[in-house]
């Protein structure tokens, strides 16, 4: 089973470039979710998703666009990056509803802004 | 958005001795679940060991368990006969039951095991 894969794994922008972070997963998973991990600060919720055509924001949404078009797919956007968006991103997903159910992590990507 | 405080940013241990991970939370709901995520220097979230609110059991995984206490909002982690791959960034982490099902991360302990 691939579970949650991100791409890329590393990635360098220039002030004011825009990207996008893939983020598939293939366990039909409805609850798929964003993080951004800094040192000292633990993971912040970015965005999240609860089903295909439905996003809300988390903790730290500023500068970040999401969309869920299918079940599989969560892409995060940034659409004129900042060094203060210089951080490790994880792309995560879970069953709805599931409870207990843990968050499948993919394999993170680490940004950074120049 | 729930707060989840893990207040000791750094913690050592001596290889096969015993440590305990603070966590707690704030939350205005009945019904919840609680987790501790482990990060090797590798990336990987591992997950360590999972609560729920509704049961007062406290939960184990063979030398990893909980300390849960619901009224103190309280999830500490103890880590039994520490080995040297227990060495990493540790996450408490809270999920809501309710509307949307976010989970929410404390700052993280890093756990060094010294040989």
């Known amino acids: 089973n691939a579970g949650v894969t991100q791409t890329p794994k590393f990635q360098v922008l220039k002030t004011g470039q825009s990207m996008t972070l893939q983020c598939a997963q293939d366990m039909n998973h409805e609850y798929m979710s964003w993080y951004r991990q800094d040192p000292g600060m633990g993971l912040r919720l970015i965005h999240y998703s609860v089903g295909a055509g439905i996003t809300d924001q988390g903790e730290v949404p500023n500068g970040y666009n999401v969309s869920r078009s299918t079940t599989e797919d969560f892409p995060l956007r940034l659409l004129s990056a900042a060094p203060s968006q210089t951080s490790v991103y994880f792309c995560?997903?879970?069953?709805?509803?599931?409870?207990?159910?843990?968050?499948?992590f993919g394999s993170g990507t680490q940004l950074s802004v120049l | 958005a729930q707060t989840v405080t893990q207040s000791q940013p750094e913690m050592s241990v001596q290889e096969a001795e015993t440590v305990t991970l603070s966590c707690t939370y704030d939350t205005s709901e009945s019904d919840y679940y609680l987790f501790w995520y482990k990060q090797p220097p590798s990336r990987q979230m591992i997950l360590v060991i999972r609560?729920?609110?509704?049961?007062?059991q406290n939960a184990t995984e063979n030398r990893f368990s909980v300390n849960f206490q619901k009224a103190a909002k309280s999830f500490s982690l103890k880590i039994s006969d520490s080995q040297l791959g227990d060495a990493a960034m540790y996450f408490c982490?809270?999920?809501?039951?309710?509307?949307?099902?976010?989970?929410?991360f404390g700052t993280g302990t890093s756990l060094t095991v010294i040989p």
């Open positions: 995560a997903s879970s069953p709805r509803g599931g409870g207990n159910e843990k968050l499948f």
């Open positions: 609560q729920e609110a509704y049961k007062q």
């Open positions: 982490a809270y999920r809501s039951a309710g509307t949307g099902n976010q989970f929410y």
